[in-house]
């Protein structure tokens, strides 16, 4: 039995270019805000793009196996609305663990709607402009945008999707990795920027 044909919303059709740069966004840690985790840190291939790296805290108790201990996923240190690092009430100044375990990305491919809970739904709205931008079918392009706004996974307290695209303005795509694999060493140089890459 063979899988159905991978469905892509009208608005957002695919490409090889657009493959390689989600590749090398799905990897790169500069998508969050201290440099330190990408998509692929809690999706990994070797999982089935499920996340081996599962945190227990104790929650506020400070006492394990207890009705508010924290099991999921490890996220970043908690840093304020400035970037800065801030003891946190549970965690202190270790990565935050949040409330649920990365889902294996495969299965995401298809659904109509993801997250554990489904809010990542079809419809996506353009958070800049607040305007419709895939009108169906963009359960994937709503997923990759939590976790750049979550002050748990990825980012600063209160982050912006243009505080987002101004530091990838101004980084090197993957600066932070090594051995590349050749579909990303083909379109990057020393000098590829960001909007390089995206255009």
Known sequence: MSLPPVPYPNENRHSEAKRVLGKILFWDEQLSTDN????????LPSRSGADSRIGLEPGFDNILNTDDDILGSQGVVFRNQF???????????????TTRTAQGYFSGI??????????ASSEFIDPQTKQIAI??????????LGPLMS????????QTPEEVIAKL??????ALASNLPADIQAVLTDETDYPQAIC
Do not use: Y
Not at 89 to 95: A, E, L, T, V
Not at 135 to 144: P, V
């Open 151 to 158: 002050n748990v996974e990825m980012a600063k307290d209160g």
């Open 169 to 174: 303005t101004q980084a090197q795509p993957l």
């Open 83 to 97: 970037g800065q690092m801030q003891s946190h009430d549970i965690f202190k100044n270790n990565p935050q663990v």
């Open 110 to 119: 298809w659904a109509l709607s993801n997250f554990w809970d489904g809010r």
């Open 36 to 43: 330190s985790i990408a998509c692929g840190s809690c999706h």
């Open 135 to 144: 009108l169906t079918g963009g359960a994937l392009e709503n997923q990759a």
